[in-house]
């Protein structure tokens, strides 16, 4: 049995946390996201849900952490260091994972979309383009070689329909299910269409477009909060894999226990 390691991927909107004793993921977890949580805070939601499991955070040997929050990545930085007798291990500038990036300012990606690739890229080899549904809805290309590329970044699906909402006093916010038919016959079923409807139609077209300039029969993968309602509906999208930031995560701990890398 290897070390029971607690990956933690911090985004703006939500946190995704999971357990893994060696390869197996023993559990997953999502909160929200609190900018200003102190590291005992911190330490308290997640410690609280490992022991509804029969566990705890001083059960675990090991943290690595990617973080879009700055604020909050000292914070699980302090978590570990408090808790667990170890810092964790932040996903960042001069960490191993195996992938070149190849873009203007490496420094500029965002930690959660390099995890996500290298993962996509040992799960399903190159090329590859990883859609993460989250705050945004963001596109991740590698090439057959496994290097990181580039790729595009738009509004989420919940963050238009804010905007959208947030702007037109008549339009209240609406659940965020497929609609019957694309043209709506009530304001409710017209905003699921555009939200919904459209941003597969933005998807399919994005990704089309990415394979063409990646010059292969790149492999298409999904995850993210909203990704199932957008699979069900998308030409494109070939895998959805609701944990691939975790395995990502994992991946790049063992690389950097290991002491291999790029």
């Known amino acids: 049995?290897?070390?029971?390691?607690?990956?933690?991927?911090?985004?703006?909107?939500?946190t995704l946390a999971g357990?893994?004793?060696g390869e197996e993921l023993l559990h997953e977890w999502r909160i929200s996201t609190e900018r200003g949580a102190t590291p005992d805070e911190l330490?308290?939601?997640?410690?609280?849900?490992?022991?509804?499991?029969?566990?705890?955070?001083d059960g675990l040997d090991a943290m690595?952490?990617?973080?879009?929050?700055?604020?909050?990545?000292?914070?699980?930085?302090?978590l570990g260091a408090r808790y667990m007798d170890r810092p964790a291990l932040v996903v960042g500038p001069g960490i191993r994972t195996g992938m070149p990036v190849d873009i203007d300012n490496p420094r500029e990606l965002g930690a959660d979309r390099l995890v996500n690739s290298v993962a996509a890229f040992s799960k399903y080899g190159g090329p590859c383009?990883?859609?993460?549904?989250?705050?945004?809805?963001?596109?991740?290309?590698?090439?057959?070689?496994?290097?990181?590329?580039?790729?595009?970044?738009?509004?989420?699906?919940?963050?238009s329909m804010e905007a959208l909402t947030s702007r037109a006093a008549r339009l209240a916010g609406v659940e965020l299910k497929p609609p019957a038919r694309v043209i709506g016959r009530s304001t409710v079923e017209s905003m699921r269409s555009g939200l919904i409807i459209g941003t597969v139609a933005m998807v399919?077209?994005?990704?089309?477009?990415?394979?063409?300039?990646?010059?292969?029969?790149?492999?298409?993968?999904?995850?993210?909060?909203?990704?199932p309602v957008v699979c069900a509906l998308s030409e494109e999208i070939e895998h959805h894999d609701p944990m691939l930031t975790l395995d990502g995560l994992r991946l790049i701990f063992d690389m950097n226990a290991a002491g291999g890398g790029r």
């Open 19 to 21: 357990v893994f004793q």
């Open 43 to 57: 330490a308290a939601s997640h410690d609280q849900i490992l022991r509804l499991r029969g566990g705890g955070l």
């Open 1 to 14: 049995m290897g070390a029971a390691l607690l990956a933690i991927d911090v985004g703006n909107t939500h």
């Open 204 to 227: 399919d077209g994005l990704v089309s477009r990415i394979r063409d300039e990646l010059g292969g029969d790149a492999v298409v993968i999904a995850t993210g909060g909203l990704a």
């Open 129 to 159: 383009i990883v859609v993460d549904f989250g705050t945004a809805t963001t596109f991740d290309a590698v090439s057959g070689d496994g290097r990181y590329v580039g790729g595009v970044i738009a509004p989420g699906v919940e963050t």
């Open 64 to 78: 690595i952490v990617s973080s879009v929050v700055p604020a909050l990545t000292a914070g699980y930085q302090e």
